[in-house]
């Protein structure tokens, strides 16, 4: 069966260092896959999408990878500061329905000052 | 950037009667329109796919009798949880997306409590 996981375990860093969380996934040729970040009783922001030909995508601050081979991607926040403790999600395309995406649980970040 | 909005932002029913929850897309004409659920400290559960004009596809599980969505323009989707029970206490949120973008823009979500 199609799995994404992500560490179910909060993230905690000091301000200013890199924040680096994962997403594997398992059964999935995704045409793409997004980040997104959610704040505590909020809808999801959308961050970045990385398409499967691309190897890195960057926006300012944020970097993702995307390892098909491996089926994993990486999200980097640099120079964290403690206004990015979020949950952050990752997101697949399905093979079917190319806008529609499954979620990952996401993995929370807590940066301190 | 694309705006989501969602009303009401939180809401309070009675076992056994229909509660409705307007998406509007303010600024973008909204294609396809999606509606989650999210459960305490779980990921989003996407419940149905609605495009405009069309019957909306639910996700296996997911009863369309009970859940019913109604997106009749480019800028609206509804979403009617009829006979609601306390096992559908949840927070209801839905997205949009447009033609040719792969990015889905959220509303704020539901909360969505029933007694």
């Known amino acids: 069966s199609q799995k994404i996981e992500q560490n179910s375990e909060a993230l905690n860093i000091q301000e200013g260092k890199t924040a680096t969380l994962t997403c594997n996934y398992t059964?999935?040729?995704?045409?793409?896959l997004q980040w997104y970040r959610q704040d505590p009783g909020r809808g999801p922001v959308f961050l970045l999408l990385i398409r499967e030909n691309e190897k890195e995508k960057r926006k300012e601050r944020l970097k993702v990878t995307f390892d098909t081979t491996l089926k994993q991607s990486l999200f980097h926040i640099t120079a964290s500061q403690p206004a990015d403790s979020a949950t952050y999600l990752c997101a697949l395309a399905r093979s079917s329905g190319y806008s529609t995406l499954t979620f990952g649980k996401g993995t929370m970040l807590l940066v301190s000052p | 950037g694309a705006v989501v909005s969602q009303h009401p932002s939180w809401v309070i029913c009675k076992s056994g009667t229909s509660v409705k929850i307007e998406c509007r897309s303010l600024d973008f004409q909204a294609t396809t329109m999606f509606w989650y659920r999210q459960f305490p400290k779980q990921s989003l559960m996407l419940m149905a796919t609605s495009n405009e004009g069309s019957k909306a596809t639910y996700e296996q599980g997911v009863e369309k009798d009970k859940f019913l969505i109604n997106h009749a323009s480019l800028t609206l989707s509804t979403l009617t949880v009829t006979s609601a029970h306390p096992e559908d206490s949840s927070f209801y949120i839905c997205s949009a997306t447009g033609t040719g973008v792969n990015e889905q823009y959220f509303g704020p979500g539901t909360r969505l409590t029933v007694t």
């Open positions: 059964n999935y040729s995704p045409a793409y």
